[in-house]
C-alpha cells in the first residue's frame, strides 16, 4: 500500500452524481525462481469489470553498464522515482533463464517449455527428432473438424514467445500462426508435434561467447511455392555477429514467385535490409563493422543475379523491397555473396 501511494497511482476524487465506484480487489501470485524455489510473494490491486486505463506499466527491468559507477547513479536515480529492489546478477528474467561462465553466456527458457508441457499434459508425450513434420501439407482445410480456437491461439502466443530464444522453432511456429483465426484439427496436431519436439530439446538455447571480433554474417534461404494453399514461398535469414546469434526470421513471403531464383533473391533483399539495420545499429554503439558484411546464399541463380548491378537494378521494379534500400548504381555497399 506504501508502494501504491508514493506511485501516485490513484487521485480522491469525488463520486458524480447517480454513478457508482468500481470494486476492487487484491491478486496473489508467488514469483518463482528458475530452479522453481519460492523468490517472493506477490499482490496486486486491481479493478473488478471492464476498466480502461490510461497507462498500463511494466515493472521489470534490467540495468546493464560498462563502468559500475554510472550504473549505481541510475539506480539511486530510479529509486527517487520507483520503488525498486535490486535482485543482484541476472539470472531469470520473464521466463528466460541467463547462466555464466568462463566461456560466455547461456540464454534458455527450460522451466517455461517444462511448464507449457505440464500445463498441455504432454510432460509424458513421445518425443520428437523434428520441430514439423518433413513435407508437411498444411492449409486451410475447410472440410477438417475445427479445434478450439482459443486455447490454440494461446499455445501458439506461447511458442511465438518461446522463439526468442528458440530459433530451431521459428519456420515451425511461423507456419502454424498462420491459421490462428480458423484452427482445425490439423493444424493442433502440428502444434503438439512442436510440444514433442521440445520435450526432447528442453535444454536448448542461444549462447554468446566473445570472440574477439564484431564481423557480420547473414545466412538466407528460402523455398519455393511450398504453400499449398496460394503457392507462396517461404523466406528465411540468419544473422551472426562475432560468431554469436542475434536476429532470426522466418515468414512466408506476401506475393507468389515465379521461380526458385526469384524466392531465393526476395530471401536475399531481406537479409541485406537486416544487415544493413545491425551496421547501422553497430555504428551507433560506437562499433563500426571494419570488414565487408558477408551473405550466404545457396541458389547459384540469385547469386548471379546479385552479382550483376546492372541486372539487379532492372528487375528492382519487380522486388519492391528490394528498389527501396539499392540505388541505382546497384549494392551501394561491399558484400560478399557465396553459396557456402
Known amino acids: 500500500m506504501r508502494a501504491l501511494q508514493k506511485n501516485v497511482i490513484w487521485e480522491l476524487m469525488p463520486l458524480p452524481h447517480g454513478k457508482k465506484t468500481v470494486g476492487c480487489r487484491w491478486i496473489y501470485t508467488v514469483k518463482l525462481k ?10 496486486r490491486l486491481v479493478a473488478k469489470g471492464k476498466t480502461y486505463c490510461i497507462d498500463c506499466y511494466v515493472d ?28 543482484g546478477d541476472l539470472k531469470y528474467f520473464l521466463g528466460i533463464e541467463v547462466a555464466r561462465s568462463k566461456i560466455g553466456i547461456f540464454l534458455s527458457q527450460r522451466k517455461y517449455v517444462m511448464d507449457l508441457l505440464i500445463e498441455t499434459r504432454m510432460l509424458g508425450c513421445k518425443p520428437a527428432d523434428t520441430p514439423i513434420e518433413m513435407n508437411h501439407k ?15 491461439q494461446r499455445l501458439v502466443g506461447r511458442l511465438i514467445y518461446l522463439a526468442h530464444t528458440r530459433p530451431d522453432i521459428a519456420y515451425a511456429v511461423s507456419v502454424v500462426s498462420q491459421f490462428m483465426h480458423s484452427p482445425k484439427v490439423s493444424h493442433r496436431n502440428a502444434v503438439d508435434w512442436i510440444l514433442r519436439y521440445l520435450k526432447s530439446t528442453s535444454e536448448k538455447g542461444l549462447m554468446f561467447s566473445k570472440n574477439g571480433d564484431l564481423e557480420v554474417v547473414g545466412y538466407t534461404d528460402a523455398d519455393w511455392a511450398g504453400s499449398i494453399s496460394d503457392r507462396r514461398s517461404t523466406s528465411s535469414y540468419f544473422t551472426f555477429v562475432g560468431g554469436n546469434l542475434v536476429t532470426w526470421w522466418s515468414k512466408k513471403q506476401n506475393v507468389v514467385s515465379r521461380s526458385s531464383a526469384e524466392a531465393e533473391y526476395r530471401g536475399m533483399a531481406h537479409g541485406v535490409c537486416e544487415l544493413l539495420w545491425i551496421k547501422r545499429l553497430l555504428t551507433e554503439l560506437g ?24 541486372w539487379s537494378y532492372n528487375i528492382k521494379a519487380t522486388f519492391g523491397s528490394v528498389k527501396r534500400q539499392l540505388p541505382k548504381e546497384g549494392w551501394g555497399m561491399q558484400f560478399r555473396i557465396s553459396n557456402q
Open 34 to 43: 528458475a530452479d522453481g524455489s519460492v523468490q517472493r510473494y506477490k499482490a
Open 60 to 87: 521489470d527491468i534490467i540495468v546493464t553498464r560498462n563502468y559500475s559507477e554510472e550504473q549505481l547513479k541510475l539506480q539511486k536515480y530510479l529509486s527517487q522515482e520507483f520503488e525498486m529492489k535490486d535482485l
Open 287 to 310: 562499433f563500426k563493422p571494419e570488414k565487408p558484411m558477408e551473405l550466404h546464399c545457396d541458389n547459384k541463380a540469385a547469386i548471379d543475379i546479385a552479382h550483376n548491378p546492372r
Open 138 to 152: 498444411l492449409c486451410e482445410d475447410m472440410d477438417q473438424e475445427p479445434t478450439n480456437k482459443e486455447q490454440y
